[in-house]
């Protein structure tokens, strides 16, 4: 069957060397081992922010729940709570929180406990309780707010007198040395059933190289991989599994643009970065090439913001500015694809005319951003870049495809970033992971998975007295 | 805002009410019917977003000529996209646009048919001249059809599939409790069992309604991959079998469910013994069944297991046992295979191994097969037959990439075994199904089963019932 957009980014998991194995039920045991780079110190959701990590985003949806989720299709599904309302303008929600909900430490979840957590996450609501609901009011319409509580920083939180966190998630905290080390145990009486797994061990702070090699020897079942470790890691007969591509890779100005020649100038920027080699050579063919915030997929209209270089047209712009600055651009130092991608765009822009200094200070004209797409929700994912860029989304409109097209192009119009890729994201597991599914957004969905050692096709027999 | 008028509930809500709403929303042997709905309804909304589309064009370049070009981008088909692109020119047209060879006019059209997870986009992007470009667009909402896959040719024994229900919640099983006699046989009376709920359904007039929905009471979460089965009892209608709970479904009107927390065994091998064989007429008694031919089969029939409370599996303690054994490996599946003077059982245990029983022996198979068997009784070869799940990729590597539209969607496949000499002999050709199976359980009247799947595209699951014809 042919699969199309969406759908084929959807379905756009790596399935290499798959055992040959029967169909079998999930088995309940065993012990994931994770690893990961990113250093977490806090496990508090309301510590994060609505544009948290893919890493971030994943521990924190183990342990504890949202009120809603969403699917691969941006629909709605219950969670914590079983039904919502909103008042005609969209301004004013009400929630039905689900009965008889217990957290880790037995505590029975209460609509206050609900309230609390989102008033700390999102300050500007207005979140009470109203008799059996839990109402939210904004000061504008929100529409999306259903959708926004999907996110991580709005999972429901309990912190005891000792500060010690729990949730209503399917794992709870056995053990946590954070920034190194994070241990969750299953939750036998996870309201929507206990996880398969045992246990997942989580290592942090580990570089993807120690990571691979730590899946090659055994001592990891799942780790993180960079787009140009995927050729290497499918030839090791490794499952190799991508999400749609959810992470924007962009050139972000520290500021705005303060003259028409700067305008020119970041025209000519814009214009003279070779997306699609670049593309091909450092990115190993993985992620889109993009001119637009938010991916194709989500949307449907990504396509019309162009991606081709266009040399002459930028070095045309470049020589109606007379002198133009050397711009520094910032990458992060551990991340070495960043390093490799702002050394090839200055390069490009070397060929129109323009100097770009690539450095690791802080303190720097342009930063090369790699911005994780926070929902399937296309509202939210591009209010979510607009905040992760220090821009303001404009307002207004329905709701509709065409007010997503016109805001998203009103935000490109500030020339304040110049998006380069979509790029997916990758892990490695081991054969043993069973029934792990990666959502289009990312999301791990490990509750589900199962760790097994079914032994390839054979046919023995072997009797017993 | 304190007088807030709140618009309904949204829906997908896990409360009875819309849980019984969706229950309508199934689709049952009435799949030409809802797609050719579907299709309608696609038409009327795409039929509109040309007009749309073509009046926002219009606005732009004003009547006269323009180059028009149509790329499709979305899974629609080639004619589709050529009805849609058709549709376009003709609204184009009465609106004073007409689309005319590249060299005849200045002004450019191209319009683009994507999609997004959940709409159709249309995108006009408009050129008059060397000027800069604008974009027009519109978008309405997917519809997704329902799709059924084909039964796969077979060899010596054909597996026929037979769809028999389909709704977004998880079938845990179906019990059917009246059907039409040869030779035009179908269900029309169907109690379809989910993770909350049994809902009674009746043909009438061709179309599916249902009766009733009762609500499964539990004060346990389910386990995770939740299974249960619906076993037709002697003085009620049916008896309910979940994980830690039992419940009993009433005979007489208005139908009653009364559950209760149990760990009862769940009896195994339906349908194998004349004394609890039954059918159910309209007026929901049950009457006791044909007769099964040969005399061992009552034998199988009176086994019961134990079923684990908060897992997936039977614990392998056995009511009363096979011969001398009271236990076995915690197992998934069983299946009877009645011989002459004992029945040999077999049990798909946890740990991938197949567990054969004859009261006397525990003979270890470890076979290709998955965790999912069960045993029917048909005309052709020894009269028994073991069907068994399998991964439909079980004997080749796939890869799916990212890069390439061959991404590798199989699901499982059933087949059947006979087993001559305790080594299993493949008789019929797998049947393939577009998903994962969920579940295999013989139907009552033991000569066909139930195959529930989980159809990933579809975001559904889909019952069928596999029947047999042997082989000329």
Same mark, same amino acid.
């Given at each position: 069957?042919?699969?199309?957009?969406?759908?084929?980014?959807?379905?756009?998991?790596?399935?290499?060397?798959?055992?040959?194995?029967?169909?079998?039920r999930?088995?309940?045991?065993?012990?994931? #081992?994770?690893?990961?780079?990113?250093?977490?110190?806090?496990?508090?959701?309301?510590?994060?922010?609505?544009?948290?990590?893919?890493?971030?985003?994943?521990?924190?949806?183990?342990?504890?729940?949202?009120?809603?989720?969403?699917?691969? #299709?941006?629909?709605?599904?219950?969670?914590?709570?079983?039904?919502?309302?909103?008042?005609?303008?969209?301004?004013?929600?009400?929630?039905?929180? #689900?009965?008889?909900?217990?957290?880790?430490?037995?505590?029975?979840?209460?609509?206050?406990?609900?309230?609390?957590?989102?008033?700390?996450?999102?300050?500007?609501?207005k979140?009470?309780?109203?008799?059996?609901?839990?109402?939210?009011?904004?000061?504008?319409?929100?529409?999306?707010?259903?959708?926004?509580?999907?996110?991580?920083?709005?999972?429901?939180a309990?912190?005891?007198?000792?500060?010690?966190?729990?949730g209503?998630?399917?794992?709870?905290?056995?053990?946590?040395?954070?920034?190194?080390k994070?241990?969750?145990?299953?939750?036998?009486?996870?309201?929507?059933?206990?996880?398969?797994?045992?246990?997942?061990?989580?290592?942090?702070?580990?570089?993807?190289?120690?990571?691979?090699?730590?899946?090659?020897?055994?001592?990891?079942?799942?780790?993180?991989?960079?787009?140009?470790?995927?050729?290497?890691?499918?030839?090791?007969?490794?499952?190799?599994?991508s999400?749609?591509?959810?992470?924007?890779?962009?050139?972000?100005?520290?500021?705005?643009?303060?003259?028409?020649?700067e305008?020119?100038?970041?025209?000519?920027?814009?214009?003279?970065?070779?997306?699609?080699?670049?593309?091909?050579?450092?990115?190993?063919?993985?992620?889109?090439?993009?001119g637009?915030?938010?991916p194709?997929?989500?949307?449907?209209?990504?396509?019309?913001?162009?991606?081709?270089?266009?040399?002459?047209?930028?070095?045309?712009?470049?020589?109606?500015?007379?002198?133009?600055?050397?711009?520094?651009v910032?990458?992060?130092?551990?991340?070495?694809?960043?390093?490799?991608?702002?050394?090839?765009?200055?390069?490009?822009?070397?060929?129109?005319?323009?100097?770009?200094?690539?450095?690791?200070?802080?303190?720097?004209?342009?930063?090369l951003?790699?911005?994780a797409?926070?929902?399937?929700?296309?509202?939210?994912?591009?209010?979510?870049?607009?905040?992760?860029?220090?821009?303001?989304?404009?307002?207004?409109?329905?709701?509709?495809?065409?007010?997503?097209?016109?805001?998203?192009?009103?935000?490109?119009?500030?020339?304040?970033?110049?998006?380069?890729?979509?790029?997916?994201?990758?892990?490695?597991?081991?054969?043993?992971?069973?029934?792990?599914?990666?959502?289009?957004?990312?999301?791990?969905?490990?509750?589900?998975?199962?760790?097994?050692?079914?032994?390839?096709?054979?046919?023995?027999?072997?009797?017993?007295? | 805002?304190?007088?807030?008028?709140?618009?309904?509930?949204?829906?997908?809500?896990?409360?009875?009410?819309?849980?019984?709403a969706?229950?309508?929303?199934?689709?049952?042997?009435?799949?030409?019917?809802?797609?050719?709905?579907?299709?309608?309804?696609?038409?009327?909304?795409?039929?509109?977003?040309?007009?749309?589309?073509?009046?926002?064009?219009?606005?732009?370049?004003?009547?006269g000529?323009?180059?028009?070009?149509?790329?499709?981008?979305?899974?629609?088909?080639?004619?589709?996209?050529?009805?849609?692109?058709?549709?376009?020119?003709?609204?184009?047209?009465?609106?004073?646009?007409?689309?005319?060879?590249?060299?005849?006019a200045?002004a450019?059209?191209?319009?683009?048919l994507?999609?997004?997870?959940?709409?159709?986009v249309?995108?006009?992007?408009?050129?008059? +001249?060397?000027?800069?470009?604008?974009?027009?667009?519109?978008?309405?909402p997917?519809?997704?059809?329902?799709?059924?896959?084909?039964?796969?040719?077979?060899?010596?024994?054909?597996?026929?599939?037979?769809?028999?229900?389909?709704?977004?919640?998880?079938?845990?099983?179906?019990?059917?409790?009246?059907?039409?006699?040869?030779?035009?046989?179908?269900?029309?009376?169907?109690?379809?069992?989910d993770?909350?709920k049994?809902?009674?359904?009746?043909?009438? +007039?061709?179309?599916?309604?249902?009766?009733?929905?009762?609500?499964?009471?539990?004060?346990?979460?389910?386990?995770?991959?939740?299974?249960?089965?619906?076993?037709?009892?002697?003085?009620h209608?049916?008896?309910?079998?979940?994980p830690?709970?039992?419940?009993?479904?009433?005979?007489?009107?208005?139908?009653v469910?009364?559950?209760?927390?149990?760990?009862?065994?769940?009896?195994?091998?339906?349908?194998?013994?004349? +004394?609890?064989e039954?059918?159910?007429?309209?007026?929901?008694?049950?009457t006791?069944?044909?007769?099964?031919?040969?005399?061992?089969?009552?034998?199988?029939?009176?086994?019961?297991?134990?079923?684990?409370?908060?897992?997936?599996?039977?614990?392998?303690?056995?009511?009363?046992?096979?011969?001398?054994?009271?236990?076995?490996?915690?197992?998934?599946?069983?299946?009877?295979?009645?011989?002459?003077k004992?029945?040999?059982?077999?049990?798909?245990?946890?740990?991938?191994?197949?567990?054969?029983?004859?009261?006397?022996?525990d003979?270890v198979?470890?076979?290709?097969?998955?965790?999912?068997?069960?045993?029917?009784?048909?005309?052709?070869?020894?009269?028994?037959?073991?069907?068994?799940?399998?991964?439909?990729?079980?004997?080749?590597?796939?890869?799916?990439?990212?890069?390439?539209?061959?991404?590798?969607?199989?699901?499982?496949?059933?087949?059947?075994?006979?087993?001559?000499?305790?080594?299993?002999?493949?008789?019929?050709?797998?049947?393939?199904?577009?998903?994962?199976?969920?579940?295999?359980?013989?139907?009552?009247?033991?000569?066909?089963?139930?195959?529930?799947?989980?159809?990933q595209?579809?975001?559904?699951?889909?019952?069928?019932?596999?029947?047999?014809?042997?082989?000329q």
């Amino acid at each position: 069957m042919k699969l199309f957009g969406w759908q084929r980014l959807a379905a756009s998991s790596l399935l290499l060397t798959a055992l040959a194995v029967a169909e079998t039920r999930p088995q309940y045991g065993g012990r994931l #081992r994770v690893s990961l780079r990113e250093a977490m110190t806090s496990l508090d959701p309301a510590g994060g922010t609505s544009v948290a990590s893919f890493a971030r985003r994943n521990l924190t949806l183990l342990i504890f729940d949202t009120l809603t989720t969403i699917d691969d #299709r941006g629909e709605l599904h219950p969670a914590l709570a079983t039904s919502w309302q909103a008042a005609s303008g969209n301004q004013r929600w009400q929630f039905r929180l #689900r009965q008889g909900v217990k957290f880790h430490d037995g505590a029975l979840l209460t609509s206050d406990n609900v309230a609390s957590c989102l008033r700390t996450a999102n300050p500007s609501w207005k979140v009470f309780v109203d008799g059996d609901f839990l109402v939210i009011e904004r000061d504008t319409p929100d529409p999306n707010l259903p959708a926004e509580l999907t996110l991580s920083h709005n999972a429901v939180a309990k912190k005891d007198a000792d500060g010690k966190l729990s949730g209503t998630g399917p794992f709870h905290i056995a053990d946590w040395q954070p920034g190194k080390k994070l241990v969750l145990a299953a939750e036998e009486n996870y309201w929507r059933g206990r996880p398969f797994l045992d246990a997942i061990e989580i290592e942090m702070g580990k570089n993807l190289r120690d990571q691979l090699i730590a899946l090659e020897v055994g001592g990891a079942d799942f780790v993180e991989v960079g787009p140009e470790q995927i050729p290497r890691v499918s030839m090791d007969g490794a499952r190799v599994s991508s999400s749609a591509p959810v992470e924007l890779v962009a050139l972000l100005f520290t500021r705005d643009i303060r003259s028409p020649e700067e305008k020119l100038l970041r025209d000519a920027l814009a214009l003279c970065v070779e997306r699609a080699s670049i593309r091909s050579v450092l990115l190993q063919g993985t992620g889109q090439p993009t001119g637009g915030l938010l991916p194709n997929w989500t949307t449907g209209y990504g396509f019309v913001f162009p991606t081709d270089a266009d040399l002459p047209r930028a070095r045309q712009e470049r020589e109606q500015v007379r002198t133009a600055p050397n711009w520094s651009v910032a990458y992060d130092a551990s991340d070495s694809m960043a390093r490799l991608l702002v050394e090839r765009i200055a390069l490009n822009a070397r060929d129109a005319g323009l100097v770009l200094q690539p450095t690791t200070a802080a303190n720097a004209d342009l930063r090369l951003v790699r911005i994780a797409m926070a929902s399937s929700n296309a509202w939210i994912a591009l209010t979510n870049v607009a905040e992760a860029s220090g821009l303001v989304l404009p307002k207004g409109g329905e709701n509709s495809v065409e007010d997503m097209y016109v805001a998203e192009r009103e935000l490109l119009t500030t020339q304040r970033l110049i998006p380069l890729f979509h790029l997916p994201v990758t892990y490695a597991s081991a054969k043993t992971l069973k029934d792990w599914t990666l959502g289009a957004d990312g999301s791990w969905r490990l509750a589900d998975s199962w760790m097994g050692e079914r032994q390839g096709n054979q046919q023995t027999v072997s009797g017993k007295p | 805002m304190q007088n807030a008028v709140y618009n309904s509930p949204i829906r997908k809500m896990v409360n009875p009410a819309s849980r019984a709403a969706h229950g309508f929303r199934v689709v049952l042997l009435l799949f030409p019917i809802v797609l050719s709905f579907i299709l309608d309804a696609r038409a009327a909304d795409s039929t509109a977003a040309e007009q749309q589309l073509a009046g926002k064009i219009a606005a732009v370049t004003g009547p006269g000529a323009v180059v028009l070009s149509v790329e499709n981008r979305s899974s629609l088909g080639k004619k589709e996209t050529d009805a849609v692109s058709g549709r376009l020119r003709v609204a184009l047209e009465s609106l004073g646009v007409r689309s005319v060879n590249p060299n005849q006019a200045a002004a450019t059209v191209a319009i683009s048919l994507s999609e997004n997870p959940t709409a159709y986009v249309w995108v006009a992007e408009i050129r008059l +001249g060397a000027g800069e470009s604008s974009i027009a667009m519109v978008s309405f909402p997917r519809a997704e059809g329902p799709s059924f896959a084909h039964e796969s040719m077979s060899t010596a024994l054909t597996l026929r599939k037979i769809p028999l229900w389909a709704q977004e919640d998880r079938i845990l099983d179906i019990a059917v409790l009246d059907e039409d006699p040869p030779p035009n046989p179908g269900p029309k009376h169907i109690a379809v069992l989910d993770p909350e709920k049994v809902s009674l359904y009746r043909l009438q +007039g061709g179309k599916w309604q249902q009766e009733q929905a009762l609500s499964v009471s539990h004060s346990r979460p389910w386990p995770r991959d939740l299974r249960g089965r619906l076993v037709p009892a002697k003085d009620h209608l049916l008896d309910v079998y979940l994980p830690g709970v039992l419940c009993h479904l009433s005979a007489a009107l208005p139908l009653v469910l009364t559950c209760r927390e149990s760990d009862d065994p769940w009896p195994l091998g339906r349908g194998l013994s004349p +004394g609890t064989e039954t059918s159910v007429n309209s007026s929901f008694s049950a009457t006791p069944g044909p007769a099964t031919p040969g005399g061992t089969a009552s034998v199988a029939s009176s086994l019961s297991a134990f079923f684990a409370p908060t897992r997936n599996f039977f614990t392998g303690a056995l009511a009363p046992g096979v011969g001398k054994f009271r236990t076995v490996p915690k197992f998934y599946s069983a299946a009877p295979l009645p011989r002459d003077k004992y029945v040999l059982w077999l049990f798909a245990s946890v740990d991938g191994q197949l567990h054969l029983l004859d009261g006397i022996t525990d003979q270890v198979a470890r076979l290709d097969w998955g965790s999912d068997i069960a045993s029917i009784r048909t005309s052709c070869g020894s009269g028994w037959q073991v069907l068994a799940t399998s991964s439909a990729n079980a004997a080749s590597a796939s890869i799916a990439s990212a890069n390439s539209a061959s991404a590798n969607n199989a699901g499982d496949s059933v087949r059947a075994y006979e087993f001559a000499d305790r080594a299993p002999v493949a008789v019929s050709a797998p049947v393939d199904f577009a998903g994962e199976i969920t579940a295999l359980w013989t139907e009552t009247k033991g000569d066909t089963a139930l195959v529930v799947v989980r159809n990933q595209e579809a975001g559904n699951y889909e019952a069928f019932r596999l029947a047999t014809a042997c082989s000329q």
